[in-house]
């Protein structure tokens, strides 16, 4: 029963170094998502994937890219990080209703702490 | 645009006492879901209740009840009798266009 799995847990970087995160699911969901939390801010979001092959972005997507690889991988890459982007980052997939809508219920990793030095 | 608000930021309470969390929505859509969530100190994100834009009566699971004003465009969470293991930040959501917005969070602490 993995559900959505995100590598790595943890990461240092430094400032101005590349990284991706990674995250599968195994519930053949069609939507995935990345968020960040930050303190005060709650759950932000970054980028979706409706659908493979489909990305689109969130909130606040600058500084990020993301990959839909295949159905069940959806990584997110920092290409320059930067101390603004020290945070949790958690990804999430969810099942689509029929016509395209989403269910809504996402179900979590569970979560990837990123600091930035 | 969609926006959730959550003007709570904290609430401490004693054990068994009822609590209120508040969710104000703003949205354009017609059709859309509302959600709540709770983060307890592990960190996961646990999924607690869906709700249909359609759909306004009031859900009581347990302890746990929602009453869903659309007139206020409100969703708010309210647990009876309170219990230490209720301790969380707990999330309202809105989903509409195929992705979910969430409030800032309430950080709720139940004190024994």
């Known amino acids: 029963n993995a559900g959505v799995t995100q590598t790595p847990k943890f990461q240092v970087l430094k400032t101005g170094q590349s990284m991706t995160l990674q995250c599968a699911q195994d519930?053949?969901?069609?939507?995935m998502y990345w968020y960040r939390q930050d303190p005060g801010m709650g759950l932000r979001l970054i980028y979706y994937?409706?659908?493979?092959?489909?990305?689109d972005k969130g909130e606040v997507p600058n500084g990020y890219n993301v990959s839909r690889l295949n159905k069940r991988e959806f990584s997110l890459r920092l290409e320059s990080a930067a101390p603004s982007q020290t945070s949790v980052y958690f990804c999430?997939?969810?099942?689509?209703?029929?016509?395209?809508?989403?269910?809504?219920?996402?179900?979590f990793g569970e979560g990837s702490r990123l600091t930035v030095l | 645009a969609q926006k959730v608000t959550q003007a709570q930021t904290e609430i401490s309470v004693v054990e068994k006492e009822d609590v209120t969390l508040d969710c104000v929505y703003e949205?354009?859509?017609?059709?859309?879901?509302l959600f709540w969530y709770k983060q307890p100190p592990s960190g996961e994100l646990v999924f607690l209740i869906r709700?249909?834009?359609?759909?306004?009566q009031n859900e009581i699971s347990g302890r746990y009840s929602w009453n869903f004003q659309k007139s206020t465009s409100s969703f708010n969470f309210t647990i009876t009798a309170s219990q230490v293991v209720d301790s969380a930040v707990y999330f309202c959501?809105?989903?509409?266009?195929?992705?979910?917005?969430f409030g800032q969070g309430t950080r709720l602490t139940i004190n024994p």
């Open positions: 994937s409706a659908s493979e092959g489909t990305t």
């Open positions: 999430a997939s969810s099942e689509a209703l029929a016509g395209g809508a989403n269910t809504g219920e996402l179900f």
């Open positions: 709700r249909n834009s359609f759909d306004e």
């Open positions: 519930m053949n969901h069609n939507s």
């Open positions: 959501a809105l989903e509409g266009a195929q992705k979910l917005v």
């Open positions: 949205t354009r859509d017609t059709t859309y879901y």
